[in-house]
């Protein structure tokens, strides 16, 4: 490349190299988490668990939208937002409060990736996206809270007689409440 044409590209940049790469991994949780969460979804759908599967299939979207928003903001910002390769997706389960606590350790993971990157970005003084990333920050704050009350339904109602199907029902409750999953 000529140097004039690197100028221009370096001038076009507002991302630094580390923070670029950090947000490319997020897009790629983002892009697993969608994924896993439509696998939930299938399986809950061909269990029967109707609210379940409806929350669960919002929730894929929204993920979705996720790995979307930070796919724009890295282009935007004059990086490169690489389509994530989505392989190892868990299909089957062994209950439906399974979901529910691997949903809560999953989101857990998801919000420690996002503080590292938070952290980061407070560090190199990249403010932008520093705040671009509270949007994350307060978004991990509803998801783990969701996940939270959904498995203190099944320590509330438990399991037996028709407790599952009380449970599918108070998921769907849920999900109306919140307005997403
Ligand atoms: Fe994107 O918030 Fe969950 O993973």
Redesign the pocket.
Known sequence: MKTKEKEIVTLQRSLLHDTEKMLNKQIE??GK?SAYYLSMASWCDMMGYDNAAKLLYAHAEE?RQ?MLKLLHYINEAGGHAIQPEITGIKHHFNSLKEIFQLILE??IQ?TKSINIIVDHCFGVKDFATFSFMQWYVT??RE?ETLARRALELFDIIGEEGIGLWTIDQELGKLHDSTGDA
């Open positions: 949780m983002e988490s993920e996720h999953h989101e998801v978004e991990q998801e």
